[in-house]
């Protein structure tokens, strides 16, 4: 079992910038690739990054690249999203995720997520 909460969400406007947490618990040397997803009242949940932990290597949605990054800890068992130049449409609820693929943007291929974190940017 792999337990994941989230932080760092909140209200920022137009053009800032928000670092989002991710903090893993439980078996976490199983834990092969994270990622962040997201969805927006109405809408479907929509994949925003991935990393693998051994390799750091990492993959994101057209929508966000650029913009986000996104990070992992293995020492403390924690991956972030650096969120800079935020939109109006990049609010939303933001999960994170573990997978045992890479790259892989379908949710179904996440089994543990956690609770997610709101992030709000105004215009």
């Known amino acids: 079992q792999v337990q994941l909460v989230e932080s760092g969400g909140g209200l920022v406007q137009d053009g800032g910038s928000l670092r989002l947490s991710c903090a893993a618990s439980g078996r976490t040397s199983s834990i092969y690739v994270m990622g962040w997803f997201r969805q927006a009242p109405g809408k479907e949940r929509e994949f925003v990054a991935t990393i693998r932990l051994r390799g750091g290597n990492t993959y994101y949605a057209d929508s966000v690249k650029g913009r986000f990054t996104i990070s992992v800890d293995n020492a403390k068992n924690t991956m972030d999203l650096q969120m800079n130049n935020l939109k109006p449409e990049d609010t939303a609820i933001y999960y994170c995720?573990?997978?045992?693929?890479?790259?892989?943007?379908?949710?179904?291929?996440?089994?543990?997520w956690g609770q997610g974190t709101q992030v709000t940017v105004s215009s």
């Open positions: 995720a573990t997978s045992n693929i890479y790259p892989t943007m379908a949710p179904e291929r996440y089994g543990y």
